[in-house]
């Protein structure tokens, strides 16, 4: 658990990060569109998820099978890292998803499809 007083200074450092990972997989990953992040800081680290988002369903299976899930995940390890967190078994911290299968199961809304997702963790 993070105090209180140190949520706003952890939130900010995770954005950064974050978004510092996701330019870097942009050229790199087919199909990527964006990432973003949920986490409870009353169950912090244990509750972080990153959310890695492909545009088709197609590119994202493609991704798994490939070399693309090695890059996410150091990607996402470098980046909590940087945060100063154990990016050792990341993959418990990563989900992935599409655009595609947002439109088709919550007709785009993401917000309540990452709601749903932040549910199974």
């Known amino acids: 658990m993070i105090a209180k007083r140190e949520r706003g200074k ?5 954005v ?3 978004t510092q990972a996701c330019e870097q997989a942009k050229p790199l990953l087919p199909g990527f569109c964006w990432l973003t992040h949920q ?3 009353t169950r912090f680290p244990d509750s972080l998820v990153v ?3 492909f545009d088709t369903h197609a590119n994202l299976a ?3 099978k490939g070399d693309a899930r090695r890059q996410v995940l150091a990607l996402t390890a470098q980046a909590l890292a940087n945060v100063g967190l154990d990016g050792n078994d990341v993959s418990r911290h990563v989900d992935f998803d599409s655009e595609e299968a947002c439109r088709r199961e919550h007709g785009g809304d993401w917000q309540r499809r990452l ?3 932040a549910v199974r963790h």
């Open 10 to 14: 952890m939130e900010r450092q995770l």
């Open 16 to 18: 950064a990060s974050l």
């Open 39 to 41: 986490v409870d800081y």
């Open 51 to 53: 959310t890695w988002v």
């Open 62 to 64: 493609n991704a798994l």
């Open 115 to 117: 709601r749903a997702t």
